[in-house]
């Protein structure tokens, strides 16, 4: 019996008014650049790129996750400016910070080791975590003219993201399939 595979990935989400803005510009580069591609995928920071799991399997995904954010704390995000990946991306950035590092860290290497779920680009460069507004079907020119009308333009935005969500491949686009609680107890005295 053959088994059915589908694509996932793993992100955080900002909260419905920061989507929003972000689904606002994502329009805006669909209307003024013909760039629809990311309007395929709620705004989002990735931790874990797309891969193919096993429909029989997603409980054990699912209960991996949940374990996994359970000892987990949210991460304070800030969204700062606009930035580019050369000649086809442009995203909203987000600042790296130690909690953030930290949780992708902790998340590849718990899925490498128990779940054989590897992110081979991911090891070959650092981390750059971004909330992309348009990418793959931004052509060269497109891309000049946008980010210039983009690169100083300001935006400033901070939320704690306090679930990990596991997003699923529906043919078209990506849809939350479920999320999962970053949940570590603060015990008193602990270090």
Same mark, same amino acid.
Request: with cysteine; net charge positive.
């Given at each position: ?14 909260? !419905? &008014?920061? $989507? ?15 760039? %629809?591609?990311? !309007? ?5 920071? +990735?931790? !874990? ?5 096993? @429909? ?12 996994? #954010?359970?000892? %987990? &704390?949210?991460?304070?995000? +800030?969204?700062?400016?606009? =930035? ?20 992708? +860290? @902790?998340?590849?290497?718990?899925? &490498? ?5 590897? @992110?081979?680009? =991911? ?8 909330? +992309?507004?348009?990418?793959? @079907?931004?052509?060269?020119q497109n891309f000049? #003219?946008?980010w210039s009308e983009?690169?100083?333009? $300001? ?23 479920? &999320?999962?609680?970053? !949940?570590?107890?603060?015990?008193? =005295? #602990?270090?």
């Open positions: 019996m053959l088994q059915s595979h589908r694509l996932y990935f793993i992100a955080l989400l900002p909260p !419905q &008014e920061i $989507q929003d803005y972000a689904n606002q510009i994502k329009q805006y580069f669909a209307d003024k650049y013909a760039s %629809r591609h990311a !309007q395929k995928s709620p705004p989002h920071i +990735t931790l !874990q790129p797309p891969f193919k799991w096993a @429909d029989a399997d997603v409980p054990r995904l699912e209960k991996f996750l949940g374990d996994f #954010a359970s000892c %987990r &704390e949210s991460v304070p995000i +800030t969204l700062s400016e606009f =930035g580019a990946f050369a000649p086809r991306v442009i995203y909203i950035n987000v600042v790296r910070s130690l909690e953030l590092l930290t949780l992708h +860290t @902790d998340l590849m290497l718990h899925l &490498e080791s128990n779940l054989g779920i590897i @992110d081979k680009v =991911g090891k070959t460069r650092p981390f750059a975590p971004h909330m +992309t507004v348009a990418f793959k @079907d931004l052509t060269r000049k #003219a946008a983009f690169e100083k333009q $300001q935006l400033h935005f901070e939320f704690t993201a306090s679930y990990l969500k596991l997003l699923l491949h529906d043919g078209r686009r990506w849809n939350v399939k479920s &999320e999962f609680l970053l !949940q570590k107890a603060y015990l008193r =005295g #602990a270090p």
